[in-house]
Structures are given as C-alpha cells and as structure tokens.
C-alpha cells in the first residue's frame, strides 16, 4: 500500500490546508474541509454515487459509480478533518470502480484511525467529487456498519456508515475504538 508521501496529490486534498484562501468562500467554509473541496470548477455536473457496501469479514469493499465516463487516472481518498489517505482502488467498468480496505490493519497494522471520514475521488491529481448515496436508500446505510468486540470484551472497534450533516449529505464512515477500564478484581470478604 502505498504511503502518504507517495502521492502528493491525493494525500492532502487541495483546500483541506486552511492557508489557502478562497474568495468565494466564507472563513467560516474554509475551516471546514467538506465545503472547501466542492469540486464543481474543474469537473461541473460530475458526481460520484456509493452504489454498494458488502462486508466481507474485516474487509469492506465500496462500489462507487461516476453520473459519466471519466477519463483520465482515477484514485481515491478518505479523509476527515486534518488528514488524509489514499485507499486502493480498482476500476470495474468506465463509470464504476470499486475500493477495499481492511479496517483492522489498514496501515502499518494498524487499524482504520478514529475518526469520520469522507470519500473524495481524484481525477489526474485534482480533487473530484465526494461520494454520495441515493437518499431513497438511506436508511440502509446505517445496517452496514460492523462492530468487532476483542480484549475480553473491553474493546470494541466500530465502523457505521450514515450522511454528513450538511445539505450536500455526502457519505461518512465513521470508525473508533471504545474501551472500558479492566474490572478490580473482587476483594475477599472477612
């Protein structure tokens, strides 16, 4: 898999670094990542559809489909707030590609990082649009999450899936770890 700094352009989405401004964006909007990346300048009337989440163990496996033929290198990325990765991805057919990631050892054998996260298409090097989800079907979303309780039971790692809170309502997955102190053993009574 390859590293944040492999790919320059897909590690850190262009407007996700509150240092560039935009002037058509209020301050407010560019502290949010979600709205800084609108995509509609370069790539106008493209969107990008999660048309399918299936589990398959620790694996989850998205198929996201383009409302057009896109030409050109396709990647994508996860990010949240302050960061980004790039995940693998493969291309099914012109319009429909389809990403893998291992939730438990994503990177580094380390597990999918707390955290809500969007997925961005890049289209050669430049920010494409967010993923979205036919909101006739939104109630389904939240039937795909999975939980995986380890450490005796005092762990749990939970993925959901649901919509952001903003009027686009892009897809978030959201995944973090949950722990509860180790019981005190049981004192003797006298």
Same mark, same amino acid.
């Given at each position: 898999?390859?590293?944040?700094?492999?790919?320059?352009?897909?590690?850190?989405?262009?407007?996700?670094?509150?240092?560039?401004?935009?002037?058509?964006?209020?301050?407010?909007?560019?502290?949010?990542?979600?709205?800084?990346?609108?995509?509609?300048?370069?790539?106008?009337?493209?969107?990008?559809?999660?048309?399918?989440?299936?589990?398959?163990?620790?694996?989850?496996?998205?198929? !996201?489909?383009?409302?057009?033929?896109?030409?050109?290198?396709?990647? $994508?990325?996860?990010?949240?707030?302050? &960061? *980004?990765?790039? %995940?693998?991805?493969?291309?099914?057919?012109?319009?429909?590609?389809?990403?893998?990631?291992?939730?438990?050892?994503?990177?580094?054998?380390?597990?999918?990082?707390?955290?809500?996260?969007?997925?961005?298409?890049?289209?050669?090097?430049?920010?494409?649009?967010?993923?979205?989800?036919?909101?006739?079907?939104?109630?389904?979303?939240?039937?795909?999450?999975?939980?995986? !309780?380890?450490?005796?039971?005092?762990?749990?790692?939970?993925?959901? $899936?649901?919509?952001?809170?903003?009027? &686009? *309502?892009?897809? %978030?997955?959201?995944?973090?770890?949950?722990?509860?102190?180790?019981?005190?053993?049981?004192?003797?009574?006298?």
């Amino acid at each position: 898999m390859e590293t944040e700094g492999d790919r320059p352009s897909a590690s850190a989405p262009d407007g996700a670094d509150s240092a560039s401004a935009d002037p058509n964006i209020s301050q407010s909007e560019q502290n949010d990542p979600a709205v800084a990346l609108v995509p509609d300048v370069l790539f106008p009337g493209l969107s990008l559809t999660i048309t399918a989440i299936e589990w398959e163990r620790v694996w989850v496996s998205l198929t !996201l489909e383009f409302s057009r033929p896109v030409s050109g290198d396709v990647d $994508f990325v996860i990010y949240d707030t302050l &960061r *980004a990765f790039p %995940v693998d991805a493969e291309q099914v057919d012109e319009r429909t590609h389809r990403i893998r990631i291992n939730v438990t050892n994503f990177r580094d054998r380390h597990q999918l990082p707390n955290g809500t996260w969007r997925f961005l298409a890049v289209i050669d090097g430049e920010r494409g649009p967010l993923a979205g989800y036919p909101l006739a079907r939104a109630g389904e979303l939240a039937a795909s999450g999975r939980s995986y !309780l380890y450490n005796r039971n005092l762990s749990t790692y939970v993925i959901t $899936f649901g919509l952001s809170q903003d009027d &686009r *309502a892009d897809v %978030v997955m959201r995944s973090y770890q949950l722990n509860r102190p180790t019981p005190k053993p049981k004192s003797k009574g006298r």
